[in-house]
């Protein structure tokens, strides 16, 4: 019987690269299954696929060197490899995966994928895809998308936009280049195209080495805002790449107030009909904490359902009300010098769960 049947160690199946090694890009730590169930797949051809998806998503990749087989020493070593440093993404899949999800709670300051682990949520995305070719299901996902972000020298350029806005605390008053990272995995296209676009525009005016992230689009089964192709989330993230907390935030509500009241002036130039429209959820009123009120200052959600938020207003801003309860005290982070206790946004997790904005009730005025 092999070590693999038996659940022993086994012989690295590339070595583990330094952080940096490949350049400035993030590291992505990728852990495998089980052997046993990789059928006539070997490991060299599913870390091939794991590294075509990490490459597309701007990573360099690391893989661990203990299978799925060894999970208790996957695990040990995986933590000891994350105490070490350097690791912005872990992915896990299958056995991989389902020691990801151990590890969350202890590292909440990465991303983390599991991708064929049960409850992971990973293959609801992936619909048909059989186990073992669910990572090159994925890398092909990415790849498409990233695809799409390139220009194209045959494809007719949309006619450019001027926009010269007012900069608010760091923010250009001019537009740059877009700076748009890679959607996270969940993320379906298939919303109204105004919104996607308006949030692709106002990145354009964020300060440099700062992006927007794409979170949760269309969603098929939501009867709500989302499920209408009507609703938008999104996160930020700094120049160092770390997700600012995008719900129920007060450190971060001036920085994603920054982005939205941005937004706003996009929206009124590119889209003045949804001038009653537009909405953000970060003046979604209510009290916050375990028990308070779900959907309450919901600073990733954007929709086009209709002006609404008894916290505030884009004309007016927080209420003095709103501003004392919520204990609004940080600036915003935009133009502020990375990496310093006093400026730099909190570790925060990057996990990809969805928050369900739309689960709260609109306000009434």
Known sequence: MTSSETGGPETPTSPPQPPGAEGKRPTMLFLHGMTGRYGNKSTQSIEEEARRYANARGYNLEVLPYLGNAYRKQEALARQRMKQGGIDSIFGFSMGGYTVNRMRKDFPGVEHIALGATKSGREAFLPGVPHMGLVGALADQAEREAAQRQPSVTATAPTPIS????????????????????????????????????????????????????????????????????????????????????????????????????????????????????????????????????????????????????????????????????????????????????????????DTAIVRSEDYVSPKK
């Open 163 to 350: 926009l010269t806005l007012s900069g608010a605390n760091g923010l250009s008053t001019t537009a740059g280049g877009t700076k748009m990272a890679m959607p996270q995995p969940q993320f379906r296209a298939g919303g109204d195209p105004r919104l996607q676009r308006i949030m692709e525009e106002t990145s354009k005016y964020l300060p440099e080495g700062w992006r927007v992230q794409l979170r949760s689009g269309y969603r098929p089964r939501d009867r709500r805002l989302h499920g209408k192709r009507m609703a938008i989330d999104i996160d930020l993230i700094d120049p160092r790449g770390r997700k600012l907390n995008s719900y129920q935030a007060p450190e971060n509500f001036r920085t994603y107030q920054d982005f939205a009241h941005k937004a706003r002036r996009v929206q009124m130039q590119m889209y003045p009909e949804l001038a009653n429209k537009f909405a953000w959820g970060g003046y979604f009123g209510g009290r916050l904490g375990k028990g308070g009120t779900y959907g309450a200052m919901d600073l990733m959600h954007f929709d086009i359902g209709g002006k609404r938020g008894r916290a505030g207003s884009f004309e007016k801003g927080l209420s003095p009300a709103y501003l004392k309860t919520w204990g609004i005290t940080k600036p915003s982070y935009f133009g502020k010098v990375p990496g310093r206790p006093e400026h730099g946004p909190q570790e925060v997790s990057r």
